[in-house]
């Protein structure tokens, strides 16, 4: 018998050597659940209408809308070893329709009199964290259960939107750093509050690059966004991940300062594994990099088989590696694509 699916995903990132390739995804679009074990799917609580999380209005008390991120008849089916809740904050924005739902047309924070407008939610209402309880009661010692936040880019660089912000740290510098201020002071209650419902570990999802470049300077990171981001991690005293699409080699010494235990998606084509893996394979657990846009969508069985036996080859030795998808499983993927990587790494993962 084998540890365990909880232990062994705290085992990959505590530094341990778990006894396999520990696997895992931070979200499965509800149409691809509801494909892989070939019946809708209903919660108790509805999922929110958008899937970055809720859209706040400005001068409006805004809601959270915590959601399942995987159903637990979907990580039986792949053989999965963690499960999540999404906590996500509200963005402000406009959004459209778009062929896979609502996206951000544009942000709403776009001048200092609209910070007075921004209305979190009550970090500390104990009815928002009731559906957690519920589910870490579930599940407690099965999986490694996780709740998916973001510490604060995401919020600013899509409420604002990129080019306002640029513009904003030059002309109304003071006014970002308000807008970082309030939020680091809601997320670090948020944060407080999600692991006193039981999670193992937090999963933080805050993109701040592009695949060849940062989306702003490492000058800017340290100025606008370090500071507030210690404050927010310091509230952290179970394992966390840091989710960020793109390349992060410019900034990822400064990154790791922060302390994560784990770096996800390292998207393809942007990051180096191998430098990677020699380099911080040692310090932090590296998760991810199945390609979402080939490998879970139009690959053949036996592409999908080889890149992930290349992965766990490549990537799994010395522990520190948890297979993943190289984002999410958006619902554009494959169901049936998932369904061979989870027949693959059951091939593959006893390597240790």
């Given at each position: 018998m084998g540890e365990g699916s909880r232990q062994r995903v705290l085992d990959a990132l505590t530094g341990k050597i778990p006894d396999k390739v520990p696997y895992m995804y931070s979200?499965?679009?509800?149409n691809i659940r509801e494909a892989i074990i070939g019946e809708k799917?209903?919660?108790?609580?509805?999922?929110p209408r958008a899937d970055f999380g809720s859209i706040g209005v400005l001068g409006e008390p805004a809601i959270m809308e915590p959601a399942e991120n995987i159903d637990v008849r979907v990580a039986e089916k792949?053989?999965?070893?963690?499960?999540?809740?999404?906590?996500?904050?509200?963005?402000?924005?406009?959004?459209?329709?778009?062929?896979?739902?609502?996206?951000?047309?544009?942000?709403?924070?776009?001048?200092p009199d609209t910070l007075d407008k921004i209305i979190l939610p009550d970090p500390d209402d104990e009815k928002m964290y009731q559906p957690a309880l519920e589910f870490c009661q579930r599940y407690k010692g099965e999986y490694a259960l996780?709740?998916?936040?973001?510490?604060?880019?995401?919020f600013m660089m899509n409420s604002m939107g990129l080019e306002e912000f640029a513009y904003n740290t030059v002309d109304e510098p003071d006014f970002v750093k308000g807008v970082m201020e309030k939020y680091t002071k809601?997320?670090?209650?948020?944060?407080?509050?999600l692991q006193e419902c039981g999670f193992d570990f937090l999963w933080t999802f805050d993109d701040m690059a592009y695949k060849k470049s940062l989306m702003f300077s490492p000058a800017t990171w340290d100025e606008f966004f370090a500071p507030y981001l210690r404050e927010s991690v310091s509230h952290i005293h179970v394992p966390w991940v840091f989710h960020s699409?793109?390349?992060?080699?410019?900034?990822?010494?400064?990154?790791?300062?922060?302390?994560?235990?784990?770096?996800?998606?390292?998207?393809?084509?942007?990051?180096?594994?191998?430098?990677?893996?020699?380099?911080?394979?040692?310090?932090?657990?590296?998760?991810?990099?199945?390609?979402?846009?080939?490998t879970l969508t139009d690959a053949t069985r036996e592409?999908?088989?080889?890149?992930?036996?290349?992965?766990?080859?490549?990537?799994?030795?010395?522990?520190?590696?948890?297979?993943?998808?190289?984002?999410?499983?958006?619902?554009?993927?494959?169901?049936?694509?998932?369904i061979w990587m989870a027949e693959a790494v059951s091939e593959y993962r006893n390597i240790y």
């Open positions: 979200t499965i679009h509800k799917i209903t919660y108790k609580y509805p999922l792949l053989g999965l070893d963690a499960l999540g809740m999404r906590y996500l904050p509200p963005f402000y924005v406009n959004v459209g329709e778009g062929t896979s739902g609502l996206n951000v047309m544009g942000g709403l924070l776009l001048t996780y709740a998916q936040i973001r510490l604060g880019v995401s809601w997320v670090s209650r948020l944060v407080t509050n699409d793109g390349n992060l080699m410019p900034i990822l010494d400064k990154l790791l300062e922060l302390g994560m235990n784990g770096i996800h998606p390292l998207e393809p084509g942007a990051m180096d594994l191998d430098v990677l893996k020699s380099k911080y394979g040692d310090k932090v657990c590296l998760i991810g990099n199945i390609d979402i846009d080939h592409e999908v088989f080889q890149t992930v036996r290349e992965r766990i080859q490549q990537m799994g030795p010395g522990g520190r590696y948890i297979i993943s998808d190289s984002n999410s499983i958006p619902v554009y993927c494959n169901p049936q694509n998932v």
